[in-house]
């Protein structure tokens, strides 16, 4: 019963935010990281985690075809902070950044590139962020 009230509280610490728990890789703020699906990254001074949930519909012009319409991809992002989690959708076909609290979180590539010969599998694909003050 004591090891389950020690994981709780492990678990309770890691869903705060707190960076003191957070083993996994920390980028400083305003520099560029890139996430698979389901990897997190710690942000250096802005008590905050960063996770790549995946892509969903991602209708992007295909490289090797001539469209009318670039399309978009959604990319699904959760940020982890002393608050809780929040959960975000950044877009290719618009690049708008999100806020939380005073923090910008910008997606500024998604690869690969879809090409007509080729299906992309979700854990292929790979979101460049960059987080800001």
């Keep these: 019963m004591r090891v ?4 709780g509280l492990l678990l309770a610490g890691w869903l705060a935010g707190c960076d003191e728990s957070f ?3 920390t980028y400083p703020l305003d520099s560029r990281f890139t996430l698979a699906p389901g990897e997190v990254a710690g942000i250096e001074r802005a008590g905050v985690r960063v996770q790549f949930g995946g892509v969903e519909g991602d209708s ?4 090797d075809v001539v469209c009318v319409w ?6 699904l992002i959760s940020v982890v902070s002393s608050e809780g989690q929040t959960d975000y959708e950044l877009h290719t076909g618009d690049m708008q950044p999100v806020r939380h609290g005073e923090l910008t979180i910008a997606l500024e590539e998604l690869s690969p590139y879809p090409f ?18």
């Design 60 to 63: 992007r012009c295909l490289a």
């Design 4 to 7: 389950r009230g020690v994981l």
């Design 70 to 75: 670039g399309g978009d991809a959604r990319v």
């Design 116 to 133: 007509s010969t080729q299906a992309i599998e979700p854990e292929e694909y790979r979101a460049t962020l960059r987080v800001t003050r």
């Design 23 to 25: 083993t996994g890789p």
